[in-house]
DNA sequence: ATACATTTTTGTAACAATTACAAATTTGGA
DNA sequence: TCCAAATTTGTAATTGTTACAAAAATGTAT
């Protein structure tokens, strides 16, 4: 029944109520919402909860690999000069962002389920051939 | 000889000398610099340049099409649950995002350029199924 | 059950990235 | 040269996030 407490308990957080709320909320709410956004959504259930609590519980949640943290569409915005298609690479170690040559002709002007794509971005992470190499 | 003054006008920008600036850097260092980056590169040249002008031309140049604004990795961070691979597409119309099912198998664990990959998102703009449906 | 160390939560303040806005400056055309 | 429009600038406001220390809750040994 309290499969959410069951959940915490498997990824080894303690189950206190504020982090049961916020996992049931991710759970029922599949719209990649912000911290900001859970915040206002549990803020009426639980009066005393502090913004602080649901980042540090994210913040949990992620490093314990309970969820995913994105960066989608906005903000911490990079620009760039006249972009022949590529696709970015990050590197872990030294944070160092390449450009990979890639075509994703696969993607643009396409229709994927029934929407019509115009632009796609192709973002990995990973560990770059420098510190590869300095890693053996 | 002054092919920044022509690119600029090519675009429909007035050449001013911020904006020569600006351009010129992002032609040169392929960085993906952030605003701040810009604004730090090019202080000690045009000592009266503020921030707020950086922001401005960045913007200008985006929506001229000259430069792409990207979100790479950090911030703006949203969060899920549980993921099963899947995809992102953002309609450029009603805002919403959408979980689209499709593995990329290609990617994870795969060597690129002789870098490792070990994560990778793939964001998708365009117009949605429903936004195109009400277009017709 | 009690005491106590540990964990969790909370509130405030700090910080960084970005935007709003209005004044000052520069520019281009009549 | 003059003037309207465009551009730049500085300040203040806003937003998302983190730092930090005090308060509260929890779990365990006794």
Redesign the pocket.
Known sequence: MNSIIEVLKEYD???????IKILEYLQNYKTHP???MIYQALADE???????????????FSEKGILVALSLFE????YEYNTHPHIHFKCIKCNKIYDLDRSFDLYNDDIINGHKITEHHVNLKGICKVCLEKDK
Chains 1, 2 share one sequence.
Request: hydrophobic share 30%; charged share 20%; glycine share 0%.
């Open positions: 957080i303690a189950p206190s109520m504020q982090r912000t911290a900001d639980i009066p005393t909860l502090s913004k602080t609590t649901v980042y540090n519980t994210l913040k949990t903000s911490e915005i990079r």
